[in-house]
């Protein structure tokens, strides 16, 4: 049945150290890097070797943007750290919100400045560790998730192809607005 063939795909006991593979960026964060590339090839038939982040109000706050013809075509932006997401969030709320795609992440610095890092005994981040992880991360081979054939593999058995009605149904959805009453908190960003 398609639920064991999902279960199987998902054993970790199979997978070799050789195997441990990274997308594409220069940090852990998250795939804001590998989305822009495969947008700014599926939508505007651009190649895009390496994208360059733009510092805004703060270095917690960049964005990346995409120009074909003298028009900006992609604007992503990366905010990390809760007064960014909240500048976000009141942008959003004006109508003043100008990106396709946007990267969050709690921690200042993104994830490998997390928390839940190495610290130092005084509580702060340790720049020489964080710099150690990093190098460490970059060393790790870049894959496609396209092309991992674990991916395909699920693709083909348990969604039973990419463009199946259980892949739309399973992977896609739709977001509608909420309608605000008594009962919600009133949080205000």
Request: net charge neutral.
């Amino acid at each position: 049945n398609s639920d064991r063939s999902f279960c199987c795909f998902l054993r970790f006991d199979e997978i070799k150290e050789g195997d441990v593979v990274r997308h594409e960026g220069k940090r852990s964060d998250g795939y804001l890097e590998h989305i822009f590339k495969h947008a700014a090839k599926e939508l505007f038939g651009m190649d895009v070797k390496e994208i360059t982040y733009k510092a805004l109000k703060n270095k917690d706050f960049q964005e990346v943007t995409l120009e074909k013809d003298g028009e900006t075509v992609l604007r992503f932006a990366a905010a990390y750290g809760f007064r960014n997401i909240q500048n976000l969030v009141l942008k959003l709320k004006k109508g003043k919100f100008l990106y396709h795609f946007v990267e969050v992440l709690a921690c200042p610095g993104g994830c490998l400045n997390g928390k839940g890092q190495a610290q130092t005994e005084d509580g702060k981040p340790d720049k020489a560790l964080l710099n150690q992880m990093e190098e460490m991360y970059a060393a790790i081979p870049v894959r496609l998730p396209e092309t991992n054939l674990h991916i395909q593999k699920m693709y083909q058995d348990w969604l039973e192809g990419m463009d199946s009605k259980k892949a739309q149904e399973t992977l896609h959805t739709q977001y509608s607005a909420v309608n605000q009453t008594a009962s919600n908190l009133d949080i205000k960003w």
